[in-house]
C-alpha cells in the first residue's frame, strides 16, 4: 500500500546543489517575490514605503512586473481588476500603517465584488508586534485589526521561514471561490535581514473546489424541469466561474428566462430571445421575476442592487446556488447549494430533462417592451443617446470599468457588454474613485485591447493623480469624464428626498488643460460629437480623456 507521506518528491542533486549554495545579496524581501513566482504571478502592484523597501529591493531581482501608482487605494482597485480580467491573485504591495490604511477602501470592494488581491503589507520590527506602544513609526496598536473585517483571511509572519508558507496560504485562500481579499504583514526586520534560506522554488497553492451536493442538484433539475413558470438570475458568481456558457445551455434547456445582476453584466448574451437583460431597477421585470414558480438564483445573494431594493418577494420556489456561504439564503428562504456556479451548473445540466416552452420568449418581449415604454414616457432621450455613444465607440472585446456616476447607474440596466467579463464598476462596496485606476489595472492584464473608464467630475478628482501612472506605463486607457459640476447622483437624491441639495456642487479643474499637463491627450466633446471622438481616442494607442459637459438625470425609481 502506497501513503501520501510515501510520495514525498526526492530533490535532484543539482537542486540540492542549489539549495545549499543560495545566491548572496539576498534578503526577506526576495523570499517574497520568489514566492509569488513560484506561485505564478506575472505582476505586482503597489507604492513603496520605509519599512517595505525590502520588498521593493528585491523587484529588481525577479522577473515580476511593477505597476506603481501614485495612491495606495487607486493601487488596490488595479489590483482588483487585474483579478477580475484574470482570475489570477494579484499582488499588491504596501507599507506599514497610513500606506496600508489607504488601501482599505480599495480592499473593500475587492471583498464585496469577489476579486482576488493578495495585499502584502510591511509591518514594525518584530519587537513591536503585541501591542506595545514602543513609538515606532507607522505604529499601529494592531495593524491587522483594521483588515480584519474586511478580507477573507489575515496572516503575519515573525521570521523568514514563515514568509513562502504564509503567502501561499493567502494565494489559495483569495482564489478559493468566492474569490476575494487577503492580507499577509511582514515586520521591516524580517524583510531586510539577509536571507541563506534557498531561493523558493515553484509552489502549488491550487484551492480546493467548493462542489455542490448531488442530492441538492437532483431536487434541482426536478423542480426546473417540472415548472411553469421558471426563471433565472445570474450574478457574478456566473462571470467569475467563467460559466456563461454553461448558463446559456441550461437556459436553452429549459427555456427560462434569465435577467442578469448588475455585477454579473455579460453573463447571458443581452439580444438573446431568452434575456430580460439587466433591468432590475423596474418594477416590470421584478414583477415578472416574483410570479416564476421556480426561480434559479446563480451566483448572487441578491443584495439591494440585486433585489430592487428588497422589494423584490418571490412567491415561487426559490433554488439558490452561491459559493459565498454567508450568503447563501440570507435574504430569501431557498433550496441553498452552496458550490462554484460552473460546477453546479454542470451537474444541472448533466441532470435536468428537456422542457419545452414556446411561450417564453413572447414573454420576455412583452416586459422589455414596457420596460421600454416606461423610459420613453421620461424624456430621457439625452441619456440614452449617451449610452449608446459609447457603446458604439467601444470595440466588442474592449473592457470598460465604471465609477460611481450617473452614466454607470445607467449602464447598469441600459449597457450590452456584448462579452461577459467585460464591464466592470464599483458597485460592490459603492464608493468613489474606482474607474479609471481599475481601467490602468485591466490594460496591465492585457495591454493588446484599448480599456475605458467612466467617471464623473466628482469621482474624477480621486483619481487624477493616475494621469501620471498612465503617462509612465503607456497604458491604452481612455478615460471618459462626464462633467456636471458635482456629485451629481447626491444632488439628484438629496433634491428628491429634501427639496434642495447641500454639499454637492463642486469647484474642479480644466480636465482637458490638467490632462494635457501630464502629457495625456485629452479633447472636450459633446453629446453629437461623443460617438466619433470615443473612437478616435479608444483607437489611438496610449492614454487619452474624453471630457463631456452635461447634467444627466436618472430614469424614475420604481422601489419607492
Do not use: C
Not at 458635482?486 to 433634491?495: A, D, F, H, P, V
Amino acid at each position: 500500500m502506497t501513503h501520501d507521506h510515501d510520495l514525498v518528491l526526492r530533490p535532484t542533486a543539482a537542486q540540492t546543489e542549489a539549495a545549499l549554495n543560495p545566491p548572496a545579496g539576498r534578503n526577506g524581501g526576495d523570499l517574497v517575490v520568489e514566492t509569488l513566482s513560484g506561485l505564478g504571478a506575472t505582476t505586482v502592484f503597489g507604492l513603496p514605503g520605509q519599512h517595505a523597501l525590502g520588498m521593493f529591493d528585491a523587484l529588481r531581482r525577479s522577473s515580476l512586473s511593477y505597476v506603481g501608482l501614485r495612491v495606495e487605494n487607486n493601487a488596490g482597485f488595479a489590483a482588483d481588476a487585474y483579478g477580475r480580467m484574470t482570475g489570477e491573485a494579484a499582488p499588491l504591495l504596501l507599507s506599514t500603517g497610513p500606506g496600508a490604511l489607504m488601501s482599505l477602501a480599495a480592499l473593500q470592494e475587492a471583498a464585496a465584488a469577489s476579486a482576488p488581491v493578495l495585499a502584502i503589507g510591511s509591518q514594525v520590527p518584530v519587537a513591536g508586534l503585541g501591542g506595545g506602544r514602543h513609538g515606532y513609526l507607522h505604529e499601529l496598536r494592531d495593524q491587522q485589526a483594521s483588515f480584519r473585517d474586511i478580507v477573507k483571511s489575515v496572516h503575519t509572519v515573525r521570521t523568514q521561514s514563515q514568509i513562502p508558507s504564509a503567502i501561499a496560504a493567502a494565494w489559495e485562500s483569495a482564489l478559493t471561490a468566492p474569490h476575494g481579499p487577503v492580507w499577509v504583514e511582514i515586520p521591516q526586520d524580517v524583510l531586510l535581514a539577509e536571507t541563506t534560506l534557498p531561493v523558493v522554488t515553484a509552489m502549488d497553492a491550487t484551492p480546493e473546489e467548493v462542489v455542490p451536493r448531488p442530492e441538492l442538484t437532483a431536487v434541482a433539475a426536478h423542480l426546473l424541469a417540472n415548472a411553469e413558470r421558471p426563471a433565472i438570475i445570474a450574478g457574478g458568481g456566473v462571470v467569475r466561474s467563467d460559466a456563461s456558457g454553461k448558463l446559456l445551455a441550461l437556459a436553452q434547456r429549459i427555456q427560462a428566462p434569465v435577467v442578469t445582476t448588475f455585477g454579473g453584466k455579460g453573463a447571458f448574451p443581452w439580444e438573446h430571445p431568452l434575456s430580460l437583460q439587466s433591468w432590475l431597477e423596474d418594477r416590470h421585470t421584478t414583477d415578472f421575476l416574483e410570479d416564476a414558480d421556480v426561480l434559479l438564483v446563480v451566483g448572487s445573494g441578491l443584495g439591494e442592487l440585486s433585489s430592487n431594493y428588497h422589494t423584490f418577494a418571490p412567491r415561487g420556489r426559490v433554488i439558490q446556488i452561491e459559493a459565498d456561504a454567508g450568503k447563501l439564503e440570507s435574504n430569501h428562504p431557498a433550496l441553498g447549494i452552496h458550490a462554484d456556479a460552473r460546477l453546479a451548473l454542470s451537474a444541472l445540466l448533466e441532470t435536468v430533462a428537456v422542457r419545452e416552452d414556446p411561450t417564453a420568449p413572447e414573454r420576455v418581449a412583452a416586459v422589455l417592451a414596457k420596460v421600454r415604454d416606461r423610459i420613453a414616457a421620461q424624456d430621457l432621450t439625452l441619456e440614452q443617446r449617451i449610452v449608446a455613444s459609447v457603446r458604439e465607440a467601444l470595440p466588442d472585446t474592449s473592457p470598460s470599468f465604471w465609477d460611481m456616476t450617473i452614466l454607470a447607474y445607467w449602464a447598469w440596466s441600459a449597457f450590452d457588454p456584448r462579452h461577459p467579463n467585460t464591464m466592470h464598476s464599483a458597485q460592490g462596496a459603492g464608493g468613489l474613485g474606482y474607474g479609471f485606476p481599475a481601467a490602468l489595472g485591466a490594460a496591465a492584464a492585457d495591454p493588446t485591447r484599448p480599456v475605458l473608464a467612466v467617471s464623473g467630475d466628482g469621482g474624477a478628482m480621486y483619481s487624477i493623480a493616475e494621469l501620471a501612472t498612465a503617462k509612465q506605463y503607456g497604458s491604452d486607457v481612455t478615460w471618459l469624464i462626464v462633467d456636471d459640476g458635482g456629485y451629481g447622483i447626491l444632488r439628484e437624491y438629496m433634491t428628491d428626498a429634501f427639496g434642495e441639495a447641500t454639499a454637492t456642487e463642486l469647484s474642479r479643474p480644466d480636465f482637458v488643460a490638467l490632462a494635457e499637463s501630464f502629457g495625456v491627450p485629452a479633447v472636450r466633446t459633446t453629446p453629437e460629437s461623443l460617438t466619433a471622438d470615443l473612437t478616435k481616442a479608444l483607437s489611438t494607442p496610449g492614454p487619452s480623456v474624453v471630457v463631456l459637459p452635461a447634467l444627466l438625470r436618472m430614469f424614475e425609481p420604481t422601489h419607492l
